[in-house]
């Protein structure tokens, strides 16, 4: 009787395989362990390391260890920084934390107090079962060091900037998120789980670091949130800013209300939102015909960037918002390389007067508030990719966890990148600890 394997050799040999061959799934598990390898060899190079070597974070005694005491095999904190400085290289995927953890070298492995291998089930559950409290305590200590260092520097203004804006965190209608409550989507009643944050960001230096955020569930909205958010920040932060910028979808009579009550300034956007208001900012710069009070020119993109800035003094009673003074109109003209232009017209209103301001810092304040799209949401939408890639979709605490992380890694990377902008002040750079392309844009390209 033969065996079985002289049976098969002519099947064999027709069809080019062999029983002693590894079986497919082991070629492919060995494939994609080579790509693994080839990918971490060519991401982790001495630029990398020396970046990493800035990542340092002074984690609150509030940050307590989740898990059970016996079977520990790596230090807490040292997991949490190894997830930190990952984001901050720009990884998004538990599986590329691991073949960094794996490639790192010896001293910034010591420096980050990260071990030498982790596996991303590790990280997974840790995500799972980490808590944020201590986490908010732990990003003041990070953005207070970072004021107090010689290289950041501020924007020319006599005032400090903060600016609040929402971002949207995750959005989902097929993945259900423990924790997450869900709103109809449409007619159908498709449901649809969503979790965003309302920022705070210190436009008005330099690196723009993010002090504080408050989530959004998706039956909640950000004037809530802005009444939360914006009193704790005046506390912690109040001595760095006096003026509050916020887009139009904040702009409401009981925030501007609320700005004022705590001693701060506001610049807020107008829109259809505030049709009254709105519609009488348009009518009474319509008539404008003298010439614009600034005016500034740039290059941005290709593209010549003209803004141009009308305002208009409010009387006492004209109109019924909390300390309003004026209504400011910008301008901003596209002129493209093949001729053509596009014009676009922008109102605000603000609680500054020209006695606090100059007519160049006016337009120089409206510009500093786009600064947290052009900077913070770009960084986070577009290379870590916040709102696309979870990491850990346990529960809504584990997303909250990783938006606290990757608040901590963008600001080491904003801080990085603020002393690239005085290094090389051309407006963009390929960030040495980062595996992508960081795109770093200045003030004046806002």
Known sequence: MKERGELQRPRE?????SWRAPSPQVA???KRRRSREQWSMSGVSGQ??????WAEVEWSQQV???RQTRGRRYEHRGLLMLLVAAFACGLKSLRRVEDLATDLGARVRQHLAVPKRVSDPTLWRLLARQSTAGLRQTVAVQVRRLLKSPDVEKVALPMGVLSVDGKSLWTSQQHQVAGLEAVANDEAGTPLWRLGTLRAVLTSVVAAPCVDLEFIGAKEGESPAFHQLVPRVVESWGEHFQVITADAGLTAAENAALVRSLGKHYLLGLKGNQPTLHGHAIESLADKRCAARARTEDRARGETVVRELWTHALKPGEVEFAGAQLLLCVRQTHLKRDGTQSIEWRYFVTSLSTVELSFAHLL???RLHWAIENRHHWTLDMVLEEDDRQPCLHSRSSLEVTAWLRVLA????????????????????SCPGCAPRWRSRRMDAC
């Not at 080491?412 to 750079?429: C, E, F």
């Open 13 to 17: 040999k027709a069809e080019g395989w």
């Open 28 to 30: 492919s598990a060995g």
């Open 48 to 53: 990398r390391r020396r970046a990493l070597r």
């Open 64 to 66: 307590v260890d989740p």
């Open 364 to 366: 120089r304040l409206v």
């Open 410 to 429: 963008y600001n080491l990377v904003s801080a990085w990148r603020a002393t690239l902008d005085q290094a090389w002040p051309l407006g963009v750079h």
